[in-house]
Nanobody, 118 residues
Framework: VQLVESGGGLVQPGGSLRLSCAASGFTLLSFTTYVMGWYRQAPGKERELVARLSSSGGELLYLDSVKGRFTISRDNAKKAAYLQMNSLKPDDTAVYYC?????????WGQGTQVTVSS
């Protein structure tokens, strides 16, 4: 099983980025049993949950500070998850990690750096 993030980079405040997470090693059916999430970790800070979304959409959570700016989505057929980030702020600067969680099993990607700076 492997999760690979992409789409990070340097963006000015107010800009947008779209992160992608490609999952491999899952069957289509097994992928739907995982809640997909995005976490981030800024220097000197603990890793925090940014957003998570179940396959059915019944579980949808956002960090308060990103509500209204970030949108998580998933494409089960492609075994992928996405994080659309708009109105980015310097405080959003962090390494962003993709996560697949089924309770008894949890997988992490290697992370992608997002830097918001003028």
């Amino acid at each position: 099983v492997q999760l690979v993030e992409s789409g990070g980079g340097l963006v000015q405040p107010g800009g947008s980025l779209r992160l992608s997470c490609a999952a491999s090693g899952f069957t289509l059916l097994s992928f739907t049993t995982y809640v997909m999430g995005w976490y981030r970790q800024a220097p000197g800070k603990e890793r925090e949950l940014v957003a998570r979304l179940s396959s059915s959409g019944g579980e949808l959570l956002y960090l308060d500070s990103v509500k209204g700016r970030f949108t998580i989505s998933r494409d089960n057929a492609k075994k992928a998850a996405y994080l659309q980030m708009n109105s980015l702020k310097p405080d959003d600067t962090a390494v962003y990690y993709c996560n697949a969680d089924r309770g008894d099993r949890k997988y992490w990607g290697q992370g992608t750096q997002v830097t918001v700076s003028s």
